[in-house]
């Protein structure tokens, strides 16, 4: 139990273009899911909490207008990099938060690469 | 300002030895402290965690220890093999209040066959 899936796996895309990730918990219902960006060999980053049916909460330094998330079911957040740049290359990881044990499942992480 | 800290950086040691891993922290409301291991490419998995009201917890060959007065806690894998090689990460957050993981900055482990 507690798997978490991300689609796509990786992609690629050019400058100006919009890409959007999916972030599901198959088999139990996530208030709150998570998304990080990490850099080779570094840790997790935290980019915004997202919370179903509110607004996304952005760490400091996050541009809330280029990094759009959308929880809009228990089993179900997007995050959308809009107008992506080459700076924007990364791997995206999202995790969802199983409520009743403070447990947190990641899911397989996006590369994106954006030429 | 880092929530938690994470040491030593890498780590190399041969096929059947005992790694260890060591976290400390400041926040004493933490009261959740995962493992986390992370292969290239692919995102973190859940390994082992515990909570402060236990000195040790143990699932196979990983074992948490905890010194709730020190504010750390440590990982170790017992008689390790190659394919435990990946980087390991320790978090801690504060239960039912819905708050975010604090990460360590991860340790490399390599263990040559």
């Known amino acids: 139990g507690a798997v978490v899936s991300q689609h796509p796996s990786w992609v690629i895309c050019k400058s100006g273009t919009s890409v959007k990730i999916e972030c599901r918990s198959l088999?139990?219902?996530?208030?709150?899911m998570f998304w990080y960006r990490q850099f080779p060999k570094q840790s997790l980053m935290l980019m915004a909490t997202?919370?179903?049916?509110?607004?996304?909460?952005?760490e400091q330094g996050v541009e809330k207008d280029k990094f759009l998330i959308n929880h809009a079911s228990l089993t179900l957040s997007t995050l959308t990099v809009t107008s992506a740049h080459p700076e924007d290359s990364s791997f995206y990881i999202c995790?969802?938060?199983?409520?009743?044990?403070?447990?947190?499942?990641f899911g397989p992480g996006t590369r994106l690469t954006v030429t | 300002q880092q929530q938690v800290k994470q040491s030593p950086q890498s780590l190399i040691v041969q096929k059947g030895g005992i790694p260890i891993i060591n976290c400390a922290y400041e926040?004493?409301?933490?009261?959740?402290f995962p493992w986390y291991q992370q292969f290239p490419g692919k995102g973190p998995a859940l390994l082992i965690a515990?909570?402060?009201?236990?000195s040790e917890k143990k699932e196979g060959r990983f074992t948490i220890s905890f010194n709730k007065s020190a504010k750390q806690f440590s990982l170790h894998i017992m008689d390790s093999q190659p394919g435990d090689s990946a980087t390991y990460f320790c978090?801690?957050?504060?239960?039912?209040?819905?708050?975010?993981?604090?990460f360590g900055t991860g340790t490399s482990l390599t263990v040559i066959p």
């Open positions: 088999d139990f219902q996530a208030t709150t």
């Open positions: 926040n004493t409301a933490f009261d959740y």
């Open positions: 995790s969802a938060r199983r409520d009743i044990r403070n447990e947190q499942y």
């Open positions: 997202s919370n179903e049916g509110s607004k996304a909460t952005y």
């Open positions: 515990i909570r402060p009201d236990v």
């Open positions: 978090a801690a957050s504060k239960s039912y209040t819905g708050n975010q993981f604090y």
